[in-house]
């Protein structure tokens, strides 16, 4: 499978399979009873429609990104480690990238990103850690993003046609027009099963889009996989890699508890949106991870409410290395 964000090429070889073909294929996985397949099995199938397809990578420019784990009844964390990726043995059914027993890194481009991701209840208590790079900013020179062409994000407004191959005239007469047709197929398929939204109890169907992320990761240059937050309509940007590349990156910063204390409707879309408190925030983590809190109500002014929130930068996503020279 073809992962090149170089200007000099983008490898294109979709030739050994016919649109007929691929179109039987895909239904054939679409309809696939995932309960009875391994991540193995699954992974042999993707591999033989993605095989040779170009990805869209992005070189991706940030300061920190966001982690959120909900709280046991009155539990304060007391470490970082608690809110950083989660130790393989815990790790009993599959996610979104995951497989049972494999940790990941996973985070989001924003404060409200993460905290959606829990899909949290009235009551309930959510603690959002800010991860900032270790150096004023990381640059991650590849980075796939998969369903771009659905994300609503801000950080890619600045998109232009030609910034995105689904869009881009220079890429479609590259590939030839059966070899897009080809190509949209497969990036129709990648899109829906990283943007299908999926019950606790269904947890097997994320497999095919774990199967997927295992064909990355397998790549030694691969940095992150990009896509769209499910849980905020696609407004957000999830972003996931190996728990090497999160250490290599970044570090724990500061730690905020939030609580969900109601709900509320914005006044023209009409949708259902939890009201939120903060509770309170840390004052310090040392560098072997330990959290020291401030008292409740201390330190949670607007400002800093809002320097929270906006507390870290992405640059460069909009900034895509051409597919032709």
């Known amino acids: 499978m073809t992962n090149q964000n170089s200007k000099q090429n983008v490898a294109i070889s979709l030739d050994d399979i016919s649109l007929t073909e691929l179109e039987n294929k895909i239904t054939i996985l679409k309809s696939s009873d995932f309960r009875g397949l391994s991540i193995d099995q699954l992974r042999e199938m993707i591999a033989e429609i993605i095989d040779q397809c170009p990805l869209q990578p992005r070189p991706l420019r940030l300061s920190g990104v966001y982690r959120a784990r909900k709280n046991c009844t009155t539990q304060i964390f007391t470490n970082a480690s608690d809110l950083w990726y989660p130790p393989s043995s815990v790790i009993k059914?599959?996610?979104?990238?995951?497989?049972?027993?494999?940790?990941?890194?996973?985070?989001?481009?924003?404060?409200?990103?993460?905290?959606?991701e829990l899909r949290p209840k009235i009551g309930e208590v959510?603690?959002?850690?800010?991860?900032?790079?270790?150096?004023?900013?990381?640059?991650?020179?590849?980075?796939?993003?998969?369903?771009?062409?659905?994300?609503?994000?801000?950080?890619?407004?600045?998109?232009?046609?030609?910034?995105?191959?689904?869009?881009?005239?220079?890429?479609?007469?590259?590939l030839g027009d059966n070899n897009y047709k080809k190509w949209l197929l497969i990036d129709d398929y990648l899109s829906f099963i990283l943007g299908k939204e999926v019950l606790d109890s269904e947890d097997y169907l994320y497999k095919p889009s774990v199967a997927f992320a295992n064909l990355l990761f397998s790549y030694p240059k691969l940095d992150a996989i990009n896509y769209p937050s499910v849980l905020t309509q696609n407004h957000g940007i999830n972003?996931?890699?190996?728990?090497?590349?999160?250490?290599?990156?970044f570090k724990p910063s500061e730690v905020w508890m939030i609580k969900v204390d109601g709900e509320d409707v914005h006044p023209v879309t009409k949708?259902?949106?939890?009201?939120?408190?903060?509770?309170?925030r840390s004052k310090h983590i040392s560098p072997e991870g330990n959290i020291e809190w401030m008292q409740e109500g201390e330190g949670l002014t607007q400002e800093e409410i809002r320097r929270f929130i906006g507390g870290?930068?992405?640059?460069?996503?909009s900034e895509f290395p051409k597919p032709h020279s």
């Open 312 to 317: 870290t930068k992405v640059e460069n996503l």
């Open 126 to 174: 959510i603690t959002v850690l800010i991860a900032r790079t270790k150096d004023d900013y990381a640059l991650m020179e590849r980075v796939p993003f998969v369903g771009i062409e659905r994300s609503r994000s801000e950080a890619l407004h600045h998109l232009r046609d030609e910034d995105i191959f689904r869009t881009s005239t220079k890429f479609r007469q590259q």
């Open 239 to 249: 972003i996931c890699m190996l728990p090497e590349k999160a250490d290599f990156y």
């Open 271 to 280: 949708e259902k949106l939890p009201r939120i408190i903060f509770l309170r």
């Open 93 to 116: 059914t599959y996610g979104r990238l995951n497989n049972v027993g494999q940790s990941l890194f996973y985070a989001a481009m924003g404060a409200e990103t993460a905290f959606h």
